[in-house]
């Protein structure tokens, strides 16, 4: 079992940073992949940004070049961040952390809503 908990939301205006966090406890050591999630209000959940081994990472076209996601362990990935630069409205969502042992085992995080607006 892995638990995972997420911080670091906030209201920002238009334009700013945000930096989450999300910290896995228990067996993290299976996990062969991290990922942040976020999912608006009337929307379905949509992938962000993901790591593989935290090191393959891969970003979804709305965030490219404003996200960085990034394993907070050089040695063993069961930490990871998200570095949100010139937020947008289309922006705020609440953002899940998930972590993935293979393909069939799969953990989520409560959450942590970001708002973005003036």
């Known amino acids: 079992q892995v638990t995972l908990v997420e911080s670091g939301g906030d209201l920002v205006q238009p334009g700013g940073s945000l930096r989450l966090s999300c910290v896995g406890s228990?067996?993290?050591?299976?996990?062969?992949?991290m990922a942040w999630y976020r999912q608006a209000p009337g929307k379905r959940r949509e992938l962000v940004a993901e790591t593989v081994g935290g090191r393959r990472n891969t970003y979804a076209d709305a965030v490219k070049g404003r996200f960085t996601i990034s394993s907070d362990d050089a040695k063993r990935l069961h930490a990871i961040s998200l570095q949100m630069n010139s937020l947008a409205p289309e922006d705020t969502a609440v953002y899940y952390c998930n972590a993935k042992i293979g393909r069939a085992v799969e953990y989520w995080g409560q959450g942590t809503q970001v708002t973005v607006s003036a």
């Open positions: 228990g067996r993290t050591d299976r996990l062969t992949s």
